[in-house]
């Protein structure tokens, strides 16, 4: 089974081809208004377009229940499965994952806090803040990969746990070395002393003997032994089902795309690190903007990514070679991408947008409403390189780059040109980039006056001449 792939399409069809299982670790975070045909680009206008996608909760399970199965499928007797999702259909989730997965296998409801507080009781909300998502977690037995994961001391249970301090300053706590029940050799009697009625030694006298040459017992008053947790020397606490600990996306986080629902590298880094080795294969069938496919390269495991928008998986693609240096066709593949000009003609228009600036090198608009004519910017690789390095916002904080505008469709005309052209001027530019199916005749003519009477130069690139572009670099 090839790994290391990013499939465009739908999961339901790319995950049939897929092994019984073979995968360690899935994680998933499907839209509650995904579908077929939903589109995944993350401006606002978009956002809207698919968030009434299911009329109501049935047409929502009836479209995972499929999904799920397929994934149940190729999951390993050993592997683990975390389905993340809101407040929407949380309850409805877990149900039909019980179904699939037999209750028994249920371990975990995580509540992840994804934000701080809501301010919505000004307009009027009749209900409490929605500030956390649910992820709940399933195995496909009762064995399977765990790796306790621990968060640092606070200081406040710093300062109330580990209140005593030795001779050497180290700080420690003091924790009874007896249990409720009894096992093997735990009625002794220890330095004359027994443990409290109703309970037992945790530990052999042995053991205990150990400890007390090594230092580690301290004795009360009346003689009752007490074991040093020595501070230095505890991991932490061991992360438990409310996950507070991991803050949302902020606005100025280098990791942040745009995209609506992306989730920090942090919270796929822990169920990652819970629930795999090094080596181990995950998939996530329900991409997004790639966190799940970072985390898991970082992390050196193997990865499988789908999800059904094109412009995702390119900017998956960008976003894996922008972190690791690692190239597509080489380190990882691209894989059903669109190749023909009849099925890019039945793209939804933004997603025809995206995926033609992304694929002259450009960056898509943050505006998709009234952007003046200007659908993306073309920027100089010196000027993208300089924006990594230093944290910069392409659309704020550099100036130099190209205007491109994008049309969806046939015979493009002299007044598209002479309004693009007005916008070149308005954004103080003198070059733009026009990409459309097919130009007219006196759209030749009308560049020539531009660029003769304006100093205004337009450069017209065909969608057929992207797609040739593109199957020539995958035939190299």
């Not at 280098?254 to 992306?262: A, C, D, W």
Request: charged content about 30%.
């Amino acid at each position: 089974m090839d790994t290391n792939v990013i499939y465009c399409g739908d999961c339901l069809i790319k995950l049939k081809d897929l092994p019984d299982n073979s995968v360690d670790l899935i994680y998933i975070d499907p839209p509650f208004s995904s579908n077929r045909n939903y589109v995944a680009f993350w401006q606002e206008q978009e956002k809207r377009h698919f968030e009434d996608r299911f009329e109501n909760i049935g047409a929502y399970i009836d479209y995972m229940r499929p999904r799920l199965n397929e994934l149940y499928r190729v999951l390993r007797e050993t592997g683990s499965f975390y389905y993340h999702c809101d407040w929407h259909a949380s309850h409805y989730i877990k149900g039909l994952l019980d179904s699939v997965f037999e209750y028994r296998n249920f371990r975990n409801e995580i509540v992840w806090k994804r934000t701080t507080s809501h301010g919505d009781w000004k307009q009027g909300a009749k209900h409490f803040g929605r500030v956390h998502d649910i992820i709940l977690l399933y195995t496909k037995s009762d064995i399977y990969t765990w790796n306790v994961q621990f968060i640092p001391f606070t200081t406040a249970q710093i300062a109330q746990q580990y209140n005593k301090t030795d001779s050497e300053g180290r700080r420690y706590r003091l924790v009874t070395p007896t249990a409720k029940k009894p096992g093997g050799d735990t009625s002794y009697e220890f330095k004359g002393v027994r443990p409290p009625k109703g309970r037992y030694w945790a530990y052999t006298h042995d053991k205990m003997d150990e400890m007390d040459k090594q230092g580690l017992l301290y004795y009360s008053n009346t003689g009752q032994p007490y074991i040093k947790y020595y501070l230095d020397e505890r991991p932490g606490v061991a992360v438990q089902s409310l996950w507070d600990d991991i803050p949302p996306m902020s606005p100025t986080s280098k990791e942040r795309l745009g995209y609506p629902t992306q989730k920090p590298e942090a919270l796929l880094d822990r169920i990652i690190k819970t629930s795999s080795n090094e080596g181990d294969i995950l998939l996530d069938a329900f991409c997004g903007c790639g966190t799940t496919l970072v985390s898991a390269q970082r992390m050196k495991r193997k990865w499988i990514g789908i999800d059904i928008s094109p412009t995702s998986c390119r900017i998956m693609a960008k976003r894996l070679e922008s972190y690791f240096g690692i190239k597509e066709g080489k380190d990882f593949t691209v894989c059903d991408l669109p190749k023909s000009i009849e099925e890019l003609r039945q793209y939804p228009a933004f997603e025809f947008q995206n995926w033609a600036i992304n694929a002259i090198g450009g960056i898509p608009n943050k505006i998709r409403v009234r952007d003046m004519g200007i659908d993306g910017k073309l920027y100089p690789v010196e000027d993208i390189q300089k924006e990594k390095k230093e944290g910069l916002d392409l659309f704020g904080d550099i100036d130099r780059y190209i205007p491109i505008q994008v049309k969806r469709t046939d015979q493009v005309g002299r007044p598209d040109i002479d309004a693009f052209a007005t916008a070149i001027k308005r954004d103080r530019r003198k070059k733009g980039i026009f990409v459309s199916f097919s130009f007219s005749r006196d759209v030749d003519k009308e560049i020539r006056r531009l660029e003769r009477d304006e100093d205004i130069q337009i450069q017209l690139i065909t969608v057929n001449e992207i797609v040739e572009k593109q199957l020539d670099k995958q035939l190299k």
